[in-house]
């Protein structure tokens, strides 16, 4: 990789969008998950009587909790793939193109 | 404490069954269960053949670490879910959930909750700046050799007490269903790795590990389904009739007394979400796809798969205390005082026969045998790749090393490595082999992932950072667990409470420990080096966003 074509890239309007949304989006996601695990992992440290407590039946809050935990890992993922199988691969292709067409 | 080794013996792949029922004597081994052996001979013949196959298609040093890179998204996933769900997931979780309820799922849960960070942070860079083992990426701009001997290094005791724990689990396992001596269960374990490693590489090893997966998971599943069946598929049901039989009723749906401590609890937490960020023989999985949409593909199926069959566990586990617990014929002596035959660790086999009859219970036998198996193999290969890839070719060879003289270390280690872990897990037969893993997920948390997370995304890492960081890490990760009650007091036999770090995991405080060292050093790094490697980093970003620059062959 020389530097002209590393300028050349970093100028690229659709390389900067990249950056900048899949970074963004990224550690938003990381932060929702970090913040939805260790706001659980609080929970059991700090009040420990919560996650006994009974919803329905016999079913706990700290059942529906470690369920819902499981169902949004899936889910966040999910939904980082869909984002990333359209938006941000349009804009690779793009950049790719602009990258390795105007090299010739 | 013994509630915190209780979880740790859990985590350990399959911590022995000795631990719970003390020493076993030949009196106990079972009469030999011929299903299981049918299945286990149909499972390895399988293999062997899929080996053979693998092998005529293994000419190049990319086919034999990555697989050729051609590995299908869904594949890698799960692949990547076969090689996580190990008998520690599988025979582990359950009996955790068996014996403390609850406290079971807040494990599974640190275990599955690193994916999603892996996804959103690491996959896609990941991919797009490595070729074959994780040390490629953080040496892509610092200094290869320091870089490369020090992933070695930590992925050798990640692997090691892995490897070790799952030899002396796969060894009791084979002696107690099979009816089979203890040394010869560990021999065929090694061998057969050996042979599916060095002839076959990652395509054989890939393979290997897709079928166990599938059957570990249609296993699961069908216990699971048998379960609730028995309860009108009434969720609740098995719930309060588990709550009526446990010994502990309604205190089994409580966190328990090991993560009544918020030092505990957090630091457990950081070791298992982060560990899996750092565990090799998983990263090195993310060579095998073609490129960063296969490989954000294979994150999305890993977690997928994952998620659902620790949801199974959590049913087996409480199908097993509805089940197995109040059943005198599972116990031994036929007395439920006297604890499960065979050992704590076998809740799941007792259920498959609870609910299947010994045909089921074969076929479990039999699927929890290829599961070690197929683990052991990712986890010497990638043992191998860090020996002839990141420290022979490169740092002792200076990259002046042609592939097929590489690959020949990579399979000549793989056989030291294959008698070192039937010797190792020989000798390591009666020793508590639980804080081998536990030492393993808090090394990979305190030193692999660190470095790793920091040479992609942090500009200013230096080599100088890095390798200080990395040590301090893993030195601190490694000394802190022996001075654990763990190994202090239980492994060495100092007198209880006599242990210096009286907590479970050190990863609270390791793996901060490690980041802040690889930024003093890298922001005190006033080195011409060091700067060469900070003005690197545009274009490593660059590559790692986008992959313009990778590995052509990637493609085919």
């Known amino acids: ?104 | 404490m013994s509630r915190n080794l209780a979880l740790c013996a859990a985590l350990a792949t399959l911590a022995s069954p000795a631990l719970a029922a003390g020493p076993i004597e030949a009196g106990t081994m079972q009469a030999t269960n011929w299903t299981a052996i049918v299945i286990f001979a149909a499972f390895v013949a399988l293999t062997l053949g899929i080996t053979y196959w693998a092998a005529q298609r293994t000419r190049t040093a990319k086919d034999f670490y990555a697989a050729g890179g051609g590995v299908s998204g869904f594949q890698n996933g799960l692949a990547i879910a076969g090689d996580y769900m190990s008998a520690a997931s599988f025979l582990g979780i359950s009996a955790l959930v068996y014996t403390s309820g609850y406290y079971g799922l807040i494990y599974s849960i640190g275990f599955l909750v690193g994916w999603p960070i892996i996804m959103f942070l690491m996959a896609e860079p990941l991919r797009n700046l490595g070729r074959f083992t994780f040390a490629d990426v953080a040496s892509y701009r610092l200094q290869a050799g320091p870089i490369r001997a020090l992933a070695a290094i930590g992925t050798l005791v990640t692997v090691s007490f892995y490897l070790i724990a799952q030899m002396v689990g796969a060894g009791q396992l084979i002696e107690l269903l099979f009816g089979l001596p203890y040394l010869w269960a560990v021999i065929i374990v090694g061998v057969l790795m050996i042979i599916y490693v060095t002839f076959g590489g990652m395509i054989a090893t890939t393979y290997v590990q897709l079928i166990k997966a599938c059957l570990l998971l249609g296993g699961s599943t069908l216990i699971s389904l048998l379960v609730l069946a028995q309860f009108g598929f009434d969720f609740n049901a098995l719930i309060a009739k588990a709550i009526e039989l446990h010994p502990k009723h309604d205190a089994i749906l409580t966190p328990g007394a090991a993560v009544a401590n918020p030092i505990n609890a957090f630091s457990l937490g950081i070791a298992l979400m982060f560990g899996t960020a750092g565990l090799p023989h998983i990263l090195m999985r993310f060579f095998t796809v073609s490129n960063a949409k296969e490989a954000r593909k294979s994150v999305f199926w890993a977690t997928t798969f994952i998620g659902y069959f620790y949801i199974l566990t959590f049913i087996i586990g409480f199908g097993a205390i509805v089940l197995v617990l109040p059943n005198g014929a599972y116990h031994d002596a036929g007395d439920i005082a006297k604890g499960l035959l065979g050992g704590g660790n076998m809740p799941a086999i007792h259920l498959a026969h609870a609910v299947g009859g010994d045909v089921m219970k074969g076929f479990i036998a039999a699927v929890a045998f290829a599961t070690i198996l197929a683990v052991v193999s990712g986890l010497t290969l990638s043992g191998a790749s860090a020996v002839s890839h990141d420290l022979y070719a490169s740092v002792i060879r200076h990259g002046n090393v042609d592939e097929a003289t590489e690959v020949r270390v990579s399979r000549v280690t793989t056989l030291v490595l294959g008698v070192i872990a039937i010797v190792l897990g020989y000798e390591f037969e009666k020793i508590n082999v639980a804080f081998m893993v536990g030492l393993a997920f808090a090394v990979a948390a305190s030193a692999n992932f660190p470095v790793l997370l920091l040479s992609m995304l942090w500009k200013g890492l230096t080599t100088r950072g890095a390798v200080i960081g990395g040590f301090v890490g893993l030195i601190s990760a490694v000394g802190l667990t022996i001075l654990s009650p763990g190994i202090w007091e239980v492994v060495l036999g100092h007198p209880k409470g006599s242990a210096w770090f009286p907590y479970v995991s050190p990863a609270l405080f390791t793996m901060p420990l490690s980041f802040l060292c690889c930024y003093v050093f890298s922001v005190t790094d006033k080195s011409a080096q060091g700067a060469r490697e900070q003005a690197a980093y545009e274009a490593q970003y660059m590559r790692s966003q986008t992959g313009i620059g990778i590995d052509a062959a990637a493609s085919h």
């Not at chain 1, 260790?38 to 996650?51: C, H, N, S």
């Open chain 1, 1 to 104: 990789m020389d530097d002209r074509m590393l300028a050349r890239i970093q100028g690229d309007p659709n390389y900067q969008a990249l950056v900048r949304e899949r970074s963004s989006f990224g550690w938003t996601l990381a932060i929702i998950m970090l913040t939805l695990y260790y706001g659980f992992i609080a929970i059991v440290a700090f009040d420990p009587g919560l996650i006994s407590t009974k919803v329905t039946g016999v079913l706990t809050v700290g059942l529906f909790m470690g369920a819902g935990l499981i169902v949004a890992s899936v889910l966040l993922t999910g939904l980082y793939v869909l984002r990333a199988n359209t938006r941000y691969d349009d804009l690779t292709r793009a950049i790719v193109a602009a990258a390795t067409g105007s090299a010739k």
